[in-house]
């Protein structure tokens, strides 16, 4: 066994996923589950997610080797501020959220002298469900996990958390916070903001019944991210605001110089548009 | 057999797909593919796709009971001037366009007394791909066509391109031409243009490759659609420029408004705007 006793607050998608994918693999002795949900906590008992759980931080991380923080981004300072004075001396602390900054910022005013067995995570890979129902143990596989550790932060406990990554088949590689930030804001988060923003768009129109009828197969795949979590997605986006904001500009203006392409009736320049979006579109997902 | 001589030109992945659920039918005793690229052509025989083929419109389209002009929106007005003096009395011509007012325009243009057997339809399906190797007899089944029918098209004309669609599994529906093209913009031709507009963006930023490197499921759903023809594109875009523009305005608006409260750090105004788009995503996709 790699630890004995793993915790998980917030058992969700993937905290949810993250167990069963250590569970196949072996490699902790024990898996403690907390949350504020009974009914989640229940039910990931039931699947087998978890060994044990509690609605209580205190006892959760009480004598954990690991302790992964699985909430909503708005939620992770005060879960920090909350087990800090229980935290052993030897627990390595690690988290989920999808933008790192934030968190960061969270550890260093919460988490105290722990801060150097803090180990700032981030795996790029989910679905448009919640919930530990929807969480399966392949989720990692062959996704990739940005590790961002800190100056503080102890190498062996980096060496950890990158260990328990690999065992759930994910690749594991590492990057400052602002490189994080500005990765995920650009293929993740400006993303959601559009299929959000689009969705909300078309379900005010005068003939929005019509227009959901008709759409089709390319508009579901579309908008399949305009299904996820919408208090996680709020969270993200105030978290991450910055980096979003950014390249949300670079966007419009983009798409300003397109709908002007379209407008004067452009063709050459409509079709360089369209087709260098192809080529680096087939390229990187071919 | 509902008819004769069936004559497809454009053997590509919804003209090649009609044929290919219309022979699984058995509803033409033949079916003729036309079109310029001749390997294509060969290949589509080869598929046992079409019965013959040719690249001469003319001799395509002789003794046609149906002719179905599936080739990009920016060729429809050339093909409908080149068959006009060979089309029989009797032939029933369609079309499979995306934008059905220039299509409508051209035929009013082009086609002279046939006008009163013009059927413009439109099969809401498609994917990413193109050409003849991509098509597939159940492309179109449970997927909605909608016919645009004119004032001077004859009830008979209709009534058969109908049942043409019903054998490939499809529901047909029938609205006016600017209603099809105002719902068409809105979930069809928008995202298009947003979905190419964001991978362009991206692919033009300094860390490309990093971008492409991270990009997970959720990025790669949302773009699939920019692997579609460049070329067929630009030709909606063109054809249904103003549905598009207007639409596009609107979505911009929205948007602005979001990046806004974003901005403003207001919660409760991007968690409104969230959640009511996933309420209307999952009401429409479940």
């Known amino acids: ?24 693999a072996r490699v902790c002795a024990e898996i403690v589950g907390c949350g504020r949900q009974l009914d989640n906590l229940q039910e990931a008992l039931r699947l087998g997610v978890v060994d044990h759980y509690t609605t209580d931080l205190a006892t959760a991380v009480q004598d954990a080797d690991v302790v992964v923080v699985a909430v909503p981004l708005g939620h992770i300072a005060s879960v920090f501020a909350t087990i800090r004075p229980i935290l052993a001396p030897h627990t390595i602390i690690t988290d989920v959220g999808s933008a790192k900054a934030s ?22 890979a989910g679905t448009e469900k919640s919930g530990v129902a929807a969480s399966f143990a392949s989720l990692f596989e062959n996704r990739r996990v940005i590790l961002t550790p800190l100056a503080e932060t102890d190498p062996q406990a980096t060496a950890l958390i990158t260990q328990l990554w690999q065992h759930t088949g994910a690749e594991v590689v590492s990057m400052s916070v602002e490189h994080h930030d500005e990765v995920l804001a650009a293929t993740s988060h400006l993303p959601h903001v559009l299929a959000y923003s689009l969705v909300d768009t078309l379900a005010q129109m005068e003939d929005r019944r019509e227009i959901f009828r008709f759409a089709a197969g390319g508009f ?54 369209f087709s260098r979006a192809k080529t680096a579109r087939d390229k990187f997902s071919g």
Chains 1, 2 share one sequence.
């Open 220 to 273: 579901r795949d579309f908008t399949r991210i305009a299904s996820s979590d919408p208090k996680m997605w709020h969270d993200i986006c105030l978290a991450n605001r910055t980096a979003i904001l950014h390249v949300l500009a670079h966007f419009n203006a983009d798409l300003a110089e397109l709908a002007d392409a379209i407008e004067q009736g452009d063709s050459a320049h409509i079709l360089s548009i």
């Open 1 to 24: 066994m790699l630890i004995q006793r793993l915790t998980i607050i917030g058992v969700g998608l993937i905290g949810g996923s993250f167990a069963r994918a250590l569970k196949r």
């Open 103 to 124: 968190v960061v910022a969270d550890a260093y005013q919460e988490l105290g002298e722990h801060i150097c067995r803090f180990v700032p995570g981030h795996p790029i």
